[in-house]
């Protein structure tokens, strides 16, 4: 049965050979060169217009301002009808382009929807929904060269990382700077993915794989998905790129060190990358990267390759895998406590069996320094330190709900974004309830992607009584979205909204006072609290440089008096266990 259903797949040997192309295709298809983003697009219009089981969707808009199109296979005639067998039934998701210099995607969907077209009624039946991003970065596909990928080997042409407004798309999922970030949530949660695969190519080291693969994070997985994910389908895939393709799978290659013998680790899959976005949604999620030095016609098929045999997994194991993302879903619901802020534990290290190229050190011609040579004619198979485990240094306490004030326009349209369920406040109310007292935290000193990422964040949560108005947002945490919601929320995880600036307006004092009008006020206030007084006693007993500071002292008492604005340093998001 598996055969048969294979075989439409697998029927030809070499990858753009066996079909019959029409000429302007097989000019797409051939060997080192990607199409443009009109000719890609036009090619999707003709296969969705000869064949009502493939559709084409304008899903929206780009930064650029030609629409994100979605391609489906498996479709019916009526698009909601579509999204909703998606949905309701086993899919897979394929983004291409979001870096448009490492195209592989791009080809290798293409051949995905020929062979879709050539199969018959009775093979497409029991098929899994295929839907595929042609190309995602629409802006980057248009600013097209052969030289922005300068350690590449082809295609010949091109497009660029940076975007329309030159954003890494592989960084927006979160912030959702870009129109196209919002487009993906649109469309993402159309389709509520089993399986997401985002395409592209590596940079870094030289070695023999042509394949390698990024999975989420294994220590941040709920068990469920985590046992189907790396007991199950890594390993089928593994075997079957091997058996059937001849490619051997392997980790993405961070280095560890300088030199591959320094082992290598596992990527830190956060929410602002795609697949930890996928992630938070409990879709199955993969990076594949393949490798820069290699032929593009090889990229290309071990890419097709990845997909195909994800597809044929799905096929048999389509219960399996609805299941287990929905007892994650279910097991989301239930907690209480989420480990956090996951650091690469190196005491806790595997080795692995690494087909890489032996190297040597060599001078330099340009630099007279040493430099490093991968030598291609000694191929070596050893094993080496593979560093695997993230341990939670934190957790944060999860909440029975949310509360979001309206004035937050961005917040709250990327909650709806991605479909959270959210009450809106119908009157004017009295809450009392907890929140978050920004401490301290640390920036970079130039942009990142457009902000100044906090990190290491540090809060008080304190108790507040809460003036909610009428058209503010509950946001309860027993829903399918609990992951997500706390991600972005709860300001200590790494990729939440206070993260990435949205609510930098809450960390600048706005009133202050003159001393010399504030020293009576003072006295006064230490007189009428005699707990007070005796703290600052304290502190300037035990604290030379504030004893020094007749402004500091004063502010001391100015910060624990009435006159100090109670929404200093304090998010309006709050919370109730
Ligand atoms: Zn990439």
């Given at each position: 049965?598996k055969?048969?259903r294979?075989?439409?797949f697998?029927?030809?040997?070499?990858?753009?050979a066996a079909f019959t192309?029409?000429a302007?295709?097989?000019?797409?298809?051939?060997g080192?060169?990607?199409p443009?983003?009109n000719?890609?697009i036009?090619?999707?219009?003709?296969q969705?217009?000869?064949?009502?089981?493939?559709?084409?969707?304008?899903m929206g808009?780009?930064?650029h301002?030609?629409?994100?199109?979605l391609c489906v296979?498996?479709?019916?005639l009526?698009?909601?009808e579509?999204?909703?067998?998606?949905?309701n039934?086993?899919?897979?998701?394929?983004?291409?382009?979001i870096?448009?210099?490492e195209?592989?995607?791009?080809n290798?969907?293409?051949q995905?929807?020929h062979?879709y077209?050539?199969?018959?009624?009775?093979?497409r039946k029991?098929y899994?929904?295929?839907?595929?991003?042609?190309?995602?970065n629409?802006?980057?596909m248009h600013?097209?060269s052969s030289?922005?990928?300068?350690n590449?080997?082809?295609?010949?042409?091109y497009?660029?990382?940076?975007?329309s407004?030159?954003?890494?798309?592989?960084?927006?999922?979160?912030k959702?700077?870009?129109e196209n970030?919002?487009t993906?949530?649109?469309l993402?949660?159309g389709?509520?993915?089993?399986?997401?695969v985002?395409t592209?190519t590596s940079?870094?080291?030289?070695y023999?794989?042509?394949?390698?693969?990024?999975a989420?994070t294994?220590d941040?997985m709920?068990e469920?998905?985590r046992?189907?994910?790396?007991e199950?389908l890594i390993?089928h895939?593994?075997?079957?790129l091997s058996?059937?393709?001849?490619?051997?799978?392997?980790?993405?290659?961070?280095?560890?060190?300088?030199?591959?013998?320094?082992?290598?680790y596992a990527?830190?899959?956060?929410p602002?990358?795609?697949?930890?976005?996928?992630?938070l949604f409990?879709?199955?999620?993969?990076?594949?990267?393949?490798?820069?030095?290699k032929?593009?016609?090889?990229?290309?098929?071990?890419t097709?390759g990845f997909?195909?045999?994800?597809?044929?997994w799905?096929l048999?194991n389509?219960?399996?895998l609805e299941?287990?993302r929905?007892d994650?879903?279910?097991?989301?619901?239930?907690?209480?406590v989420?480990?956090?802020?996951y650091?690469?534990?190196?005491?806790?290290?595997d080795?692995?069996?690494?087909?890489?190229?032996?190297?040597?050190?060599?001078?330099?011609?340009?630099?007279?320094?040493?430099r490093?040579?991968?030598?291609r004619?000694?191929?070596f198979s050893n094993y080496?330190?593979?560093?695997?485990?993230?341990s939670?240094n934190d957790?944060v306490?999860?909440?029975?709900?949310?509360v979001?004030?309206a004035?937050e326009?961005?917040?709250?349209?990327?909650?709806?974004l991605?479909?959270?369920?959210?009450?809106?406040?119908?009157?004017?109310t009295?809450?009392f309830?907890?929140?978050f007292?920004?401490?301290d935290f640390s920036?970079?000193?130039?942009p990142?992607?457009?902000?100044?990422?906090?990190?290491?964040?540090?809060?008080?949560?304190i108790?507040?009584?809460a003036?909610l108005?009428?058209?503010?947002?509950?946001?309860p945490?027993?829903?399918?979205?609990?992951?997500?919601i706390l991600?972005?929320l709860?300001?200590?995880?790494?990729?939440?909204?206070?993260?990435?600036?949205?609510?930098?307006?809450?960390?600048?004092?706005?009133?202050y006072?003159?001393?010399y009008?504030f020293?009576e006020?003072?006295v006064e206030?230490?007189k009428?609290?005699?707990?007070?007084?005796?703290e600052?006693?304290q502190?300037?007993?035990?604290?030379?440089?504030f004893?020094?500071?007749?402004?500091e002292?004063l502010?001391?008492i100015y910060?624990r008096?009435?006159?100090y604005e109670?929404?200093h340093?304090v998010l309006?998001i709050?919370?109730?266990?």
């Amino acid at each position: 049965m598996k055969n048969k259903r294979m075989k439409i797949f697998l029927s030809f040997l070499s990858l753009f050979a066996a079909f019959t192309l029409s000429a302007q295709t097989k000019e797409l298809l051939a060997g080192n060169t990607t199409p443009t983003y009109n000719e890609l697009i036009d090619f999707y219009k003709e296969q969705a217009s000869k064949d009502a089981g493939i559709q084409l969707y304008a899903m929206g808009s780009s930064d650029h301002g030609k629409p994100i199109y979605l391609c489906v296979l498996g479709a019916l005639l009526d698009s909601t009808e579509t999204f909703n067998k998606a949905r309701n039934s086993t899919t897979i998701l394929i983004n291409n382009g979001i870096h448009p210099g490492e195209p592989c995607g791009v080809n290798a969907s293409m051949q995905l929807v020929h062979d879709y077209s050539q199969m018959s009624m009775k093979q497409r039946k029991d098929y899994p929904v295929i839907a595929i991003i042609p190309g995602y970065n629409v802006g980057g596909m248009h600013n097209r060269s052969s030289y922005s990928r300068a350690n590449q080997e082809g295609p010949e042409e091109y497009g660029f990382r940076g975007n329309s407004r030159n954003f890494d798309l592989n960084r927006d999922f979160i912030k959702m700077d870009s129109e196209n970030a919002k487009t993906f949530a649109k469309l993402f949660h159309g389709l509520d993915p089993d399986i997401f695969v985002d395409t592209h190519t590596s940079n870094g080291a030289d070695y023999q794989y042509t394949m390698t693969y990024i999975a989420p994070t294994y220590d941040r997985m709920p068990e469920a998905t985590r046992k189907l994910m790396y007991e199950e389908l890594i390993p089928h895939l593994g075997k079957q790129l091997s058996k059937e393709w001849n490619y051997d799978l392997a980790p993405y290659v961070s280095m560890n060190a300088s030199r591959l013998d320094g082992g290598i680790y596992a990527f830190n899959t956060l929410p602002r990358y795609a697949m930890g976005y996928g992630e938070l949604f409990h879709t199955l999620s993969f990076t594949t990267e393949t490798h820069m030095l290699k032929p593009f016609e090889d990229r290309v098929r071990s890419t097709y390759g990845f997909l195909v045999e994800t597809i044929d997994w799905m096929l048999d194991n389509s219960f399996s895998l609805e299941r287990a993302r929905q007892d994650a879903k279910e097991a989301y619901k239930q907690l209480t406590v989420l480990p956090s802020n996951y650091k690469l534990d190196t005491l806790r290290k595997d080795s692995i069996l690494f087909k890489g190229y032996e190297w040597v050190d060599k001078p330099s011609e340009i630099t007279k320094q040493s430099r490093l040579f991968y030598d291609r004619s000694k191929p070596f198979s050893n094993y080496i330190p593979h560093y695997f485990s993230y341990s939670a240094n934190d957790t944060v306490d999860v909440p029975a709900y949310y509360v979001v004030g309206a004035q937050e326009k961005k917040t709250i349209e990327a909650l709806a974004l991605n479909n959270v369920e959210m009450i809106e406040t119908s009157a004017d109310t009295m809450l009392f309830a907890k929140a978050f007292k920004i401490i301290d935290f640390s920036n970079g000193t130039k942009p990142y992607e457009g902000h100044y990422l906090h990190t290491n964040t540090q809060l008080e949560i304190i108790e507040i009584k809460a003036h909610l108005k009428k058209g503010d947002w509950i946001i309860p945490m027993k829903q399918d979205k609990a992951y997500y919601i706390l991600s972005v929320l709860d300001p200590r995880m790494e990729d939440s909204f206070f993260a990435w600036n949205f609510y930098d307006s809450y960390l600048q004092q706005k009133e202050y006072f003159s001393p010399y009008v504030f020293e009576e006020k003072a006295v006064e206030l230490l007189k009428r609290n005699p707990e007070l007084e005796k703290e600052f006693r304290q502190k300037q007993k035990e604290d030379a440089d504030f004893n020094e500071s007749r402004w500091e002292q004063l502010y001391f008492i100015y910060k624990r008096s009435p006159y100090y604005e109670p929404t200093h340093n304090v998010l309006p998001i709050y919370f109730v266990k």
